[in-house]
């Protein structure tokens, strides 16, 4: 990926998380003073990501009537397959040459396969930066309010105090201390049921990112360029209050990997032709290999649930259980065609 390609993913990932946080959250967030184990940030989630895959759904619609014709397709040029498997012996050259002859003949694209996941991988990618640069927005403009609270009490609780008996460290001690009590009064945090602050990953991360954490441009980290020592001034009462506990509990990661096992189940891809010269235990060895990357991308969004922020998971939980619910109709659905096309093509027969 070039420098121009990454710097355009870049803004259109901000373009998406100034439209999650600035647009839609900015609109859910008007709906209540106040909100309860489900907060605004979690509907907001919940909504971009329903209008997202329904906006999706002819593409998804495309992708499985793509891999159902190439599963169709394999189903039938499979025997002429295996007799010019046996035909080339170890000629690779050859097998290779009438295997593309056959997928010519049938019309059968191995990239038009892959293209589907590789579009899948650039969207989910793309989103993961969106979310991303929301959390970012969110944690910083919740940051600079609470050290606007902390500054302008301070000082106002300095001013008032002016005229009194007090020492000067006298007065900056009731300062801090009126200063962090304003900044507890004032701290909102974004919860999704047992998940403490949605922003935060749902593991055992505090809810109140320490400095490093705020700071990091690491895996889950918010990247967020403020002074390390004054962010941990306005946010120490709050992470001595709330840091005493894990933020989540692994729940939504369990359900995002469960998720997309059976999505993988529902998936299942079409069974691929022989290389020339496998012996049966390469063939075997190969089968067993394909089966075992299967499980690879469920549990690389294992990794993206357990290691990025609780809203980016439940991105993820939503719209695997929107693909999950839309995989088990459109298989139902291609079944019934499917036994309808075989009894035609029976009676068809039956009265020649």
């Known amino acids: 990926m070039d420098f121009m390609t990454l710097l355009g993913a870049n803004a259109l990932s901000d373009a998406i998380g100034k439209l999650i946080y600035d647009v839609l959250y900015g609109w859910v967030s008007g709906w209540s003073d106040s909100w309860g184990i489900v907060g605004a940030f979690s509907v907001t989630v919940i909504m971009f990501t329903l209008f997202l ?7 998804d619609f495309w992708q499985k009537q793509l891999s159902r014709s190439n599963a169709k397709k394999m189903e039938l040029m499979k025997p002429q397959l295996d007799k010019i498997t046996k035909q080339c012996g170890s000629n690779k050259q050859l097998l290779m040459q009438k295997q593309r002859a ?3 003949q049938y019309k059968y694209s191995t990239f038009g396969a892959c293209l589907p996941l590789i579009i899948t991988m650039v969207i989910f990618f793309i989103i993961l930066g969106g979310f991303n640069s929301a959390v970012r ?5 919740t940051y600079e309010k609470l050290d606007g609270i902390y500054n302008e009490v301070y000082y106002e609780t300095i001013e008032s105090l002016s005229s009194g008996g007090m020492t000067d460290a006298e007065k900056r001690a009731e300062a801090v201390a009126k200063a962090e009590q304003a900044v ?3 701290y909102e945090s974004e919860k999704f049921f047992l998940t403490k602050n949605i922003f935060v990953a749902d593991n055992w991360k505090d809810p109140v990112p320490s400095a490093s954490d705020f700071t990091g441009t690491g895996m889950g980290g918010s990247g967020i360029d403020v002074d390390a020592g004054r962010y941990e001034i306005v946010m120490r009462p709050l992470m001595e209050k709330y840091n005493d506990e894990w933020n989540g509990y692994l ?3 369990v359900l995002v990997l469960l998720l997309n096992l059976v999505t993988m189940k529902l998936n299942k891809p079409p069974e691929q032709p022989a290389v020339a010269g496998q012996s049966e235990e390469q063939r075997k060895a190969q089968q067993t290999q394909m089966k075992v990357m299967q499980f690879i991308m469920p549990i690389i969004m294992l ?3 357990i290691f990025y922020s609780a809203a980016f998971t439940l991105y993820m939980l939503i719209s695997s259980l929107y693909s999950t619910v839309f995989n088990l109709c459109f298989n139902i659905i ?3 065609i499917d ?3 075989k009894d035609r093509l029976m009676s068809t027969t039956v009265k020649k």
């Open 53 to 59: 895959k329904i906006i999706l759904t002819p593409f």
């Open 102 to 104: 056959l997928y010519k």
């Open 137 to 141: 927005m969110h944690n910083l403009a």
């Open 184 to 186: 507890m009064d004032s």
């Open 251 to 253: 729940i939504l990661p």
């Open 303 to 305: 990794v993206f649930a």
């Open 334 to 336: 291609t079944k019934r």
């Open 339 to 341: 036994a309808r096309e």
